[in-house]
């Protein structure tokens, strides 16, 4: 089955957010997003490990390059979280793991802790499931977190996903521990 991919609006925007695909030259701002999230983040080794180790700016360009090349070949979706009045990347996320027979994605967010609280996170993780909906014709938008995860947990609640349920002792953070994991979904 051959499918035919849409083309992509290069820009989002909600109340309170610019949401769009990471370019060339993004590298900085988020790697100062990053850096600011970095500690709330590490609180969840096992299902965030790339949060384990500070990213320099060139690591931060890369991924930005990547992403921006990435989006563009329709393989993954990555999106910065641009705040409208101070044009600060409060965030990222995206649409990962196409599969295009269902059509399904993995949500993916996180935010800046000076951010959180605001309730960007679900302004952006919303938009994110709604244009899977619009542009993708996607019939599944899932979200998976660790179980101890309370933001991303409410985030997901919010914006009306369902929890289907928990792998117990699913991930092994690095000191050891196991740790569930909450499989959350929306459905068309």
Request: charged share 25%; hydrophobic share 40%; with cysteine.
């Amino acid at each position: 089955m051959t499918l035919a991919i849409p083309d992509l609006p290069a820009v989002l925007e909600t109340d309170r957010l610019i949401i769009r695909s990471p370019q060339p030259g993004d590298g900085p701002d988020l790697f100062d997003a990053v850096v600011d999230a970095l500690a709330d983040l590490r609180q969840f080794p096992a299902s965030l490990p790339w949060a384990m180790e500070t990213p320099s700016v060139d690591e931060s360009e890369s991924f930005c390059v990547a992403g921006s090349e990435s989006f563009q070949a329709r393989k993954d979706f990555p999106f910065l979280f641009i705040d409208k009045t101070s044009r600060v990347v409060v965030g990222a996320g995206g649409l990962h793991r196409p599969r295009w027979t269902v059509p399904a994605f993995e949500l993916g967010f996180w935010g800046r802790s000076s951010f959180v609280g605001r309730g960007l996170f679900s302004e952006a993780a919303d938009a994110l499931v709604n244009f899977a909906f619009a542009s993708f014709d996607a019939k599944r938008v899932e979200a998976i977190c660790d179980d101890l995860n309370v933001r991303s947990i409410r985030v997901c609640e919010r914006i009306g996903m369902q929890l289907e349920g928990v792998l117990r002792q699913e991930r092994r953070a690095p000191d050891g521990s196991l740790r569930n994991t909450r499989i959350y979904s929306k459905c068309e």
